[in-house]
């Protein structure tokens, strides 16, 4: 049995109960280092998820009769690796427990209501700035390549400078910190985060 999970922002205190079902009865337990750390006294076999995304989907090919759970930060299918499993191994092959994501999680946290919202990334990809420039409201997970300040810095050639970011920087950990800026004021560099651009009128 294949199973991914999702994690939510951080650690195991926003996992589901069939979640954490998954990981207490997994034969093998693939995640991120920090993922794993989270679980120090599994018992079973453990795989460091690394970029060889390729070289792990064969190695899981051969492990399908044991119970393997592959751990994923906020929700599997939300520009995560649940959307790389479910393409390779079908939705048929393997079970998807969804998580918070880290869009979610900031949202609940600042009283955003997500009706409207576009949810896009940066993270890995090329982002199309005219069309999100259109957008009146927009979730983005961000990488170190392309974070706050590069995307802000983008808005503010296009002349959408004054749109409000909501930045959420280590969500759901110890140094949590949130931060609501103008596009225009946006000069600092950013640890691990999730943004909110806001169209007010």
């Known amino acids: 049995m294949l199973t991914v999970v999702g994690m939510g922002p951080a650690g195991v205190q926003l996992m589901t109960p069939a979640a954490r079902q998954a990981v207490a009865e997994a034969e093998i337990l693939i995640g991120g280092k920090r993922h794993l750390a989270q679980f120090p006294d599994f018992c079973g076999e ?19 009769a044991r119970r393997v759970v592959v751990l994923a930060s906020g929700d599997p299918l939300f520009y995560g690796i649940g959307t790389r499993m479910v393409a390779h191994f079908g939705i048929d092959r393997l079970k998807v427990i969804p998580g918070i994501s880290a869009a979610q999680y900031l949202c609940a946290k ?7 919202i576009w949810l896009t990334s940066s993270h890995g990809r090329t982002v199309d700035f005219e069309v999100l420039v259109r957008q009146p409201k927009v979730a983005m997970v ?5 974070g706050p300040r590069e995307i802000a810095a983008e808005l503010v050639a296009r002349g959408a400078g004054q749109r409000r970011l909501v930045i959420g920087e280590n969500l759901a950990m110890e140094n949590e910190r949130i931060h609501w800026l103008r596009a225009c004021d946006v000069t600092a560099q950013y640890d691990m985060n999730v943004l909110v651009i806001l169209n007010e009128r």
């Open 110 to 116: 600042t009283g955003i209501d997500m009706n409207d």
């Open 46 to 64: 453990t795989r460091q998820l690394d970029a060889d995304i390729a070289a792990l989907l064969s190695w899981i090919e051969c492990q399908t």
């Open 142 to 146: 961000t990488d170190k390549l392309c």
